[in-house]
């Protein structure tokens, strides 16, 4: 039960007043601009983007800015305006084949076609505090490359998928490849290109157009057990911090999945729509995303052979850990899928996909901040009517004078005069009030 405060306005709009004042901070200090939070905060501007389901640089730094920084609130506030917005079509599969790579690594082959790629990352860094920063410090000079990077990148788990070591990318029992792919990246770019002109049409040619339509979170309520397409959504915007600790738990053992980082890659896709109208798709944005394919150990069993099994990741950014962390969730979901018993926090669909949205977990966990004057008082009066019976059998008087005795109600009346019935049922708890 919740009840209205009466008379509290002026006080709120002071404490709004206050808190923007917080927010803009010494008034000597030159105010942030949205362009200083999007190109240099830029990580904690994609994972606003990624977990608030609306891919805008600007909006997103504009959230960034308007919170103080506080991304589990900026991430509400950009989730909230995109309930606003229209919806004017569906894009056309995005096809990361023809990514424009920034970043491209694999820990399962050393020499890739097309070569390792290891763009912009703390990986190699030594974690230590930077104190030249504290002054600001110059962009540094960036060499340009020799040649340019070939387009596109053959993926590592297709080699993996043409020897049959790995299950096709719809899962067990789906069909396996004919033939081979040709690891020469030369190769693979002219096939591309011949794809080119054979998707010039709406619907073309596309690994993934005999799908069945996915859902869609964002129209329809969450129904467990869910495909995996809907756990796909949930966890692309999930609470980094919730998928990290998910994943870090499988490698612990809760889950027993041993994971190799088959391919990881960062860099820009392009979003197409096909207008009616034209018959053909067109090019709209370029999206910043990175992807992530984990390959899993899996015994096979049955008519199934040994092979591997693959996790998925995909988020929008240069969110990397998250990406990475999907993946091995998603894998661990799958549990049941592979018949593998689903003994883990992180196999278990309902605690991951109820758990894992912060934008849920923070509205109901901070709700307990609300008014809860007469919940609270009606647990006021059981506990003292609980004590009062506890003291008469401490001093062994036995029940209370009230008629109520041991019987599973007990008609309690607090200090204020104000009269409240509880019912308990067998186990102590109570039924209703």
Known sequence: MYVAIKGGERAIRAAHALLDACRRGDPDVPELDLDQIREQLGLAVDRVMAEGSLYDPEFAALAVKQVQGDLVEAIFLLRAYRTTLPRLGESEPVDTTRMAAMRRVSAVYKD?????????????????????????????????????????????????????????????????????????????????????????????????NDDPEP??????????????????????????????????????????????????????VAVELCPEELGFPVSVADITVTEADMINQFKGGGDVPAQFTRGYGLVFGRLERKAVSMALVDRALRAEELGEEASSPAQDHEFVLLHADNVQASGFVQHVKLPHYADFQSELALVRGLRRKWEAGKRGEGTTTDGAGDTPEAHDVDDAGDSHLHSFGPDGMENGA
């Open 112 to 208: 890739l076609p097309g070569g390792q790629i290891l763009g912009p990352t703390f990986d190699y860094t030594h974690r230590l505090l930077d104190f030249e920063l504290a002054d600001g410090r110059d962009a540094p000079d960036i060499a340009e490359a020799d040649e340019p990077l070939h387009e596109p990148l053959p993926r590592v788990l297709d080699w993996l998928n043409a020897e049959g070591l790995i299950e096709p990318p719809g899962g067990m029992g789906q069909k396996q490849p004919d033939t081979a792919p040709d690891l020469a990246v030369d190769d693979a770019a002219g096939a591309a290109d011949a794809g080119d002109d054979a998707s010039e049409e709406c619907g073309g040619p596309h690994p993934h």
């Open 215 to 268: 859902g869609d979170i964002t129209l329809d309520p969450l129904e467990l057990p869910a495909g995996r397409d809907v756990r796909l959504q949930c966890l692309a915007r999930a609470d980094e911090g919730f998928l990290l600790s998910m994943a870090y738990s499988t490698q612990r053992g809760f889950g027993r999945n041993h994971p190799f980082a088959g391919e990881i890659r960062t860099g820009e």
